[in-house]
């Protein structure tokens, strides 16, 4: 061994904590967490629309389950380009009747950019709520933004949206929930 070299056991850990470091205590949000909160912020949520261009198979049947356990109807809408996104939106809202659009993915490209813009300027005038994967989306006027850091959900709320969508912040206190208001 060279005398400058680090042992392996010490530089893995020194990885591994720079890692903690880098990447902060955040931690993934699943599926069922989401809708819960949903449905704890909209009383009569009953159906949900999700829209991602990148959404695998195995989330969708996920996302599927996890509605039905929760008594919720849940449509997945997966446009393949900025074009098919008003004709899906309006299947949704018409067809489908849902009451709130989840964007699952914050790696999602078409929904956080074209997709986002055109489903800000129509879900407010028909009374729909987004919820969005990206803190920047939440503050460029989306419904919520539902993230989880050192194991306690913190969900950020528009204000004036949650009003339009009939939605409002829970009265009763719960430890593992903090809810921001906006």
Same mark, same amino acid.
């Given at each position: 061994?060279?005398?400058?070299? !680090?042992p392996? %056991?010490?530089?893995n850990?020194i990885l &591994?904590i720079? &890692?903690? %470091?880098? =990447?902060?205590?955040?931690? %993934?949000? %699943? ?10 912020l909209?009383?009569?949520l009953? !159906?949900?629309?999700?829209?991602a ?6 989330? /969708?049947?996920?996302?599927?389950? =996890?509605? #039905?356990?929760q008594?919720? *109807?849940? $449509?997945?809408a997966?446009? #393949?380009?900025?074009?098919e ?12 009747? !849902?009451?709130?659009?989840? /964007?699952?993915?914050?790696?999602d @490209?078409? +929904? ?7 489903? #800000?300027? @129509?879900? /407010? ?12 989306? &939440?503050?460029?006027?989306? $419904?919520?933004?539902?993230?989880? *850091?050192?194991?306690?959900? +913190? ?12 939605a ?6 719960n430890?593992?929930? =903090?809810?921001? !208001?906006?």
């Amino acid at each position: 061994m060279k005398r400058n070299s !680090v042992p392996a %056991t010490i530089r893995n850990a020194i990885l &591994f904590i720079t &890692f903690l %470091t880098v =990447t902060g205590t955040a931690q %993934t949000v %699943t599926y069922g967490q989401q809708i819960s909160i949903l449905k704890s912020l909209k009383a009569d949520l009953h !159906v949900i629309g999700v829209m991602a261009g990148n959404i695998s198979e195995s989330d /969708i049947v996920s996302v599927s389950r =996890t509605a #039905k356990q929760q008594g919720l *109807e849940v $449509f997945v809408a997966r446009p #393949k380009d900025g074009r098919e996104i008003p004709e899906l939106y309006k299947k949704l809202i018409r067809d489908k009747k !849902v009451q709130i659009i989840l /964007i699952p993915n914050a790696d999602d @490209n078409l +929904m956080s950019q074209i997709g986002y813009e055109y489903l #800000k300027e @129509n879900a /407010i005038l028909d009374k729909i709520g987004i919820c969005v994967p990206d803190i920047d989306l &939440f503050n460029q006027g989306a $419904f919520c933004f539902i993230t989880k *850091e050192d194991g306690k959900f +913190m969900v950020y709320v528009n204000g004036k949206i949650s009003s339009f969508v009939g939605a409002a912040v829970p009265k009763e206190e719960n430890s593992s929930i =903090t809810y921001v !208001v906006r």
